[in-house]
Nanobody, 124 residues
Framework: VQLQASGGGLVQAGDSLRLSCAAS????????MAWFRQAPGKGRDFVAA???????TYYEDFAKGRFTISRDGAKRVFLQMNSLKPEDTAVYYC???????????????????WGQGTQVTVSS
């Protein structure tokens, strides 16, 4: 399974963006998935996660009330980001757990498959 993230860009503070993550390859079932982000010079941080069937979600505190994670079956996961702030500037990565756990899962080590990242830049 390969993951392809898209939808990033340069926006102003207060704007919205919708990130997409498309899965390709031999997909046999739904997987728990998540979004992480990495700002320049910092580690990779958890943003939001969704369970294998989409029934459960989990957010980092900074994402609560502004970001929404959703999925479209097995092949696409989205991150709707509203009221963006300059501190949201980062490369955003989608991730999948192919080991079959239900999720949502919030740790980097929970995920074994990663997309290439999409840059989000928020200007003040």
């Amino acid at each position: 399974v390969q993951l392809q993230a898209s939808g990033g860009g340069l926006v102003q503070a207060g704007d919205s963006l919708r990130l997409s993550c498309a899965a390709s390859g031999r997909i046999f079932s739904n997987y728990a998935m998540a979004w992480f982000r990495q700002a320049p010079g910092k580690g990779r941080d958890f943003v939001a996660a969704i369970s294998w069937n989409g029934d459960s979600t989990y957010y980092e505190d900074f994402a609560k009330g502004r970001f929404t994670i959703s999925r479209d079956g097995a092949k696409r996961v989205f991150l709707q980001m509203n009221s963006l702030k300059p501190e949201d500037t980062a490369v955003y990565y989608c991730a999948a757990d192919l080991r079959g756990r239900a999720g949502p899962l919030a740790l980097i080590d929970d995920y074994d498959t990663w997309g290439q990242g999409t840059q989000v830049t928020v200007s003040s």
